[in-house]
């Protein structure tokens, strides 16, 4: 197809592919309001040694994934929930948490959803405590000097998960287009051997119109 034929396509049917990308936008920003919201909270817990050594720092970050491995457990979880006196089952809450440790900075995150963000920054808080409690009664049966603490440097923020409003009506109205110049190109493809004007009969065979035969006229009613 030429230049001036992909025009005339726009011309004629460009309205179906605007329609249809409006119509999946819009369609996206409706479901993304009626969907259930949901809140992330973060916290970090700093992962601290008793003394400077190269051994000891070497071990404790090895340790570190087990560190997030005795946090992340029904025992832990339903230790939060008797703090806060929430009414959830110690698997339900232990699937809705993630525990990660990072050896590059030496420290555990800890990340919590749940549909309200202030129940969620109070989770993410008392677990990352339960966490330096644990080391604290770890530390008491070891020497000073092979301590390793657990410290919270900042108290937990909650930030909107999901849904993503502006990537899903951003994706709707790109799938709509998509699928609005599927649909021109299958009409096109459907009408391309119909010949509608004696212009395109002279373009697609090449010759020169000598004449039109018109269409026969109506009968205005019945004959006797």
Not at 66 to 89: F, H, P, W
Not at 212 to 223: L, N
Request: glycine share 6%; hydrophobic share 50%.
């Amino acid at each position: 197809m030429r230049i001036q034929e992909y025009l005339r396509v726009l011309r004629r049917r460009g309205w179906i592919i605007m329609l249809a990308g409006v119509i999946t936008a819009a369609s996206a920003f409706v479901f993304s309001q009626v969907q259930t919201r949901i809140y992330r909270s973060s916290i970090v817990v700093s992962i601290q040694l008793a003394r400077p050594d190269l051994s000891l720092t070497q071990s404790a970050k090895q340790l570190l994934r087990s560190y997030a491995n005795v946090m992340l457990s029904e025992k832990r979880a339903s230790a939060v929930i008797q703090t806060l006196g929430l009414y959830m089952d110690p698997r339900d809450l232990k699937g809705n948490v993630k525990i990660v440790a990072d050896d590059s900075i030496m420290a555990i995150k800890i990340d919590v959803d749940d549909a309200d963000g202030e129940v969620a920054n109070q989770i993410a808080n008392t677990w990352a405590q339960l966490l330096v409690q644990w080391r604290d009664e770890q530390n008491a049966r070891q020497d000073k000097e092979d301590r390793v603490f657990a410290e919270i440097i900042d108290l937990a923020s909650y930030r909107l998960l999901r849904p993503k409003m502006s990537i899903n009506v951003a994706a709707g109205g790109i799938l709509g287009l998509a699928m609005g110049i599927v649909v021109v190109l299958v009409l096109e493809w459907l009408e391309a051997g119909v010949l509608r004007d004696p212009s395109t009969v002279e373009a697609e065979a090449g010759l020169t119109l000598i004449g039109v035969i018109p269409p026969a006229p109506k009968a205005s009613g019945s004959r006797p």
